[in-house]
């Protein structure tokens, strides 16, 4: 199996906790490279990737021919430059979500992806996680009847830390890019709906939003529904989705977004009769998966999972939400 050298652009505590391990332990990856400009940052990072090579600027990485991929987990407002620079170096791209911060801003990555003929991917992990395509599967194959309605909340709170990136609008912060991705994304993935109309409340604090209520309709292959979502920064923790039909409704909770971290990875089918289903997912990791499938992508030429059209289109509701929305 050709390995997939990985590289990583910044020592961010996200990636040293999270991506960082994934792609040391995923079959067909290995974490090669580091940049940070301060090499304290990279002895966590070290500790269990022996060997790794450590680059004191981000140029430097990408310059780097020992490296097949580049995973990005810089600040919201770097996304989009540093996506396009690691293309243009050669380099297939991983890039947490947001990947842009407009819809048109991604259809910039999608050229220079077609034009490189490398795979270029927005850090959607949930998609990988069995779970979710459990949800799916269900959703799809009428486990509820007709679909109803679909609602979905995250919320936790940091306004104790201003520093956050999240509470910082010069680093295009708040809770919808950072949240809002999942509470919108995760209903188009498993519903392949599109939103027909939306209506949006905003809550700002210092330039950024920290409490957003959207309701509206979707419509797809499986009619229209009704939806809701709340994203927050301000509220106590909660994670949950739900779809309702008519015949049943299906839960994903308590650890829809942060499985494993949050709570327990489960999704729960509630049918007449008071028949509950209920999967768990105890030993899934999804940030492994994501990255190898991320590998198979690149090496076998896989379709990939998330691709840039499907970010696209959760960049689009977001678009237009920011658009629609009240301020309050």
Same mark, same amino acid.
């Given at each position: ?65 020992? +490296? ?30 947001? +990947? ?8 910039? +990555?999608?050229?220079?992806?077609? @034009? ?31 679909? =109803? ?16 990136? #999240?509470? !910082? ?25 599109? %939103? ?15 409490? @957003? ?15 809701? @979502? ?7 923790? #909660? ?10 409704? +299906?839960?994903? @909770? ?25 999967? !768990?997912?105890?030993?899934? =990791? ?12 690149? !090496? ?6 998330? %691709? ?5 289109? $959760? ?10 929305? $009240?301020?309050?």
């Amino acid at each position: 199996m050709q390995t997939v050298r990985w590289g990583i652009l910044g020592a961010a505590n996200f990636a040293r906790h999270h991506m960082a391990p994934a792609i040391h332990e995923a079959e067909g990856a290995e974490l090669a490279a580091l940049a940070t400009s301060n090499p304290a940052n990279a002895a966590p990072f070290a500790a269990f990737a022996p060997g790794l090579r450590v680059h004191d600027s981000y140029d430097a990485l990408l310059a780097d021919p020992g +490296i097949d991929a580049v995973y990005i987990p810089l600040p919201n407002h770097l996304h989009l430059e540093w996506t396009l620079k690691a293309l243009a170096a050669g380099k297939h791209v991983l890039t947490e979500k947001p +990947i842009a911060l407009k819809a048109e801003e991604i259809d910039q +990555i999608i050229a220079a992806r077609d @034009a490189s003929g490398l795979l270029a991917a927005e850090a959607y992990m949930i998609v990988h996680h069995p779970q979710w395509q459990r949800a799916r599967e269900w959703v799809q194959s009428g486990e509820i009847g007709t679909l =109803r309605h679909a609602d979905a909340a995250f919320s936790f709170d940091n306004g104790a830390d201003s520093g956050n990136i #999240r509470n !910082r609008p010069e680093t295009a912060g708040g809770g919808i890019r950072d949240i809002g991705v999942y509470t919108y994304g995760s209903v188009r993935f498993v519903t392949a709906a599109e %939103p027909e109309d939306l209506q949006a409340r905003i809550r700002w604090e210092n330039g950024v939003d920290v409490w @957003a209520q959207v309701t509206g309709t979707f419509a797809g292959p499986l009619g229209q529904f009704t939806y809701g @979502a709340m994203t927050s920064m301000r509220l106590f923790p #909660r994670q949950e989705v739900v779809f309702q039909g008519d015949k049943g409704l +299906i839960r994903v @909770a308590p650890g829809p977004f942060n499985a494993g971290i949050f709570g327990e990875a489960r999704v729960e089918l509630h049918r007449p009769g008071l028949s509950v289903t209920v999967e !768990r997912f105890p030993a899934v =990791r999804q940030y492994k998966l994501q990255v190898e499938a991320f590998g198979r992508s690149v !090496r076998e030429g896989v379709p990939y999972a998330c %691709p840039l059209e499907f970010s696209r289109g $959760t960049q689009v509701m977001i678009d237009r939400v920011f658009a629609v929305a $009240t301020a309050i």
